[in-house]
C-alpha cells in the first residue's frame, strides 16, 4: 500500500471520528447533550512490545518473501542458530479523541466512561536470526625446546550473519475505558481495546562478517575472543545491506489499558483542562503475513507519557 492511500485512509478516519463528535453533540433534549460527546484530545508517547517464537522454518519464510535472496543464507540447518528473536520492540506514537457516553441514568453526560479512537504508528524491530559457522583447519605444530608437549595449532574461519526485520506500521483503534472517578485530581482506568495495523514498510537488514585467527587446536575456547593466537589475524571483513519484503504484515491486537491520569491543577485556569497519564496494556497480537503465515503473539503496549486536554 502506498503512502498515498494511507494518508487518504488517515484523512477519512479523523473526518469519522470528528463526524461522530459533531453528530453526538447536535443531538439535544432539554439543553442535555445525549449520545457520544468529544470531551478529550489525547497525545502519547510509548512503546509496543510482541514475542513469537522462531524457528528455522520462520526465517525461510522470511528469505522467501525477500525482493533480493541472493542476501541470504539457502541451508539454515548447516549453520549454528546462535540465537533468534521474536521480541518486537517499537516506538508507538498516537492521537487521539475522547467521546464521553450520556447516561439515561444520570440523566447527563458520565464523565466516569470513555470511548477512546485513535489513530497511530509504531516504528522498530520485529523478526530477528543470527547464524554462526565455526571451520577449523590444520595450521602449524609448535615444539618445544625443553621436552614439553607439542602444541598443535589450527587455522579458524568465522562466519557470522543476522537478519534482522524492521517494520513501519500505522494503526487505529478504540478502547472504551471505566474510570474510578473522573472528578478527581488522580483517577484509575481500566476497560477493553483492539487496533488494526498494516506495514508500509517492511524491510531486513543483513549483517556479514567474517574473520581469521589461529588457536591451540586441544585447548580450544568456544569464544575465540580467549584463545592466546586470537590477535594472529589473517583477515576481517564485514558488509551491511538491505532487502525489502513482498509480503508486508497486518497486526491485529486486542488488549487490556490500565491506566493513571492526573490533572495537573484544580485551579480555575488553562491547565485545570490538562491532564498527564501512563497506560499498560498487555493483551494478544496476530500478525499476519501475507500468503506465508499467521503468528499469534503475547502483546504489551506501554504509554510511558501522554497529554489530555478536556474540553468539557
Do not use: C
Not at 494511507?6 to 439543553?31: C, H, L, M, Y
Not at 470513555?114 to 583447519?137: A, H, T, V
Not at 484544580?266 to 501475507?290: A, W
Amino acid at each position: 500500500m502506498d503512502l498515498l492511500n494511507i494518508q487518504k485512509i488517515a484523512i477519512a478516519i479523523i473526518f469519522a471520528t470528528s463526524t461522530i463528535g459533531v453528530v453526538a453533540q447536535d443531538t439535544k433534549d432539554d439543553n442535555t447533550k445525549k449520545g457520544m460527546t468529544i470531551t478529550a484530545f489525547n497525545f502519547e508517547f510509548g512503546t509496543n512490545w510482541s514475542y513469537s517464537v522462531l524457528t528455522n522454518d520462520d526465517y525461510l519464510m522470511m528469505r522467501n518473501t525477500a525482493v533480493d535472496q541472493s542476501l541470504f543464507i539457502s541451508n539454515p540447518e548447516d549453520y549454528d542458530l546462535s540465537y533468534f528473536s521474536g521480541n518486537g520492540g517499537s516506538f508507538a506514537p498516537s492521537v487521539s479523541i475522547g467521546l464521553t457516553p450520556y447516561s439515561k441514568k444520570l440523566g447527563a453526560l458520565n464523565y466516569n466512561r470513555e470511548l477512546r479512537i485513535k489513530l497511530g504508528g509504531s516504528f522498530g524491530g520485529r523478526r530477528s536470526f543470527f547464524y554462526s559457522d565455526k571451520n577449523s583447519f590444520p595450521y602449524d605444530t609448535l615444539s618445544s625446546s625443553v621436552g614439553n608437549p607439542d602444541i598443535l595449532i589450527d587455522s579458524v574461519h568465522y562466519s557470522n550473519f543476522s537478519y534482522i526485520e524492521t517494520v513501519s506500521e500505522i494503526n487505529i483503534g478504540a478502547s472504551y475505558l471505566f474510570k474510578t472517578d473522573a472528578s478527581k485530581r488522580w483517577y484509575f482506568y481500566t476497560g477493553v481495546g483492539a487496533e488494526y495495523g498494516f506495514a508500509f514498510q517492511d524491510y531486513v537488514t543483513i549483517n556479514e562478517s567474517e574473520y581469521s585467527y589461529l588457536e591451540d587446536s586441544e585447548n580450544a575456547s568456544s569464544s575465540p575472543y580467549y584463545s592466546p593466537y586470537y590477535y594472529n589475524i589473517g583477515n576481517y571483513e564485514s558488509k551491511s545491506s538491505k532487502s525489502k519484503l513482498t509480503s508486508n504484515s497486518h497486526f491485529v491486537r486486542v488488549y487490556i489499558p490500565l491506566g493513571v491520569n492526573f490533572r495537573i491543577t484544580n485551579k480555575d485556569n488553562f491547565f485545570r483542562h490538562t491532564n498527564l497519564y501512563m497506560q499498560f496494556s498487555p493483551g494478544i497480537e496476530f500478525q499476519i503475513v501475507t500468503g506465508v503465515d499467521t503468528y499469534v503473539n503475547p502483546f504489551l503496549g506501554w504509554v510511558f507519557l501522554g497529554f489530555r486536554y478536556t474540553i468539557n
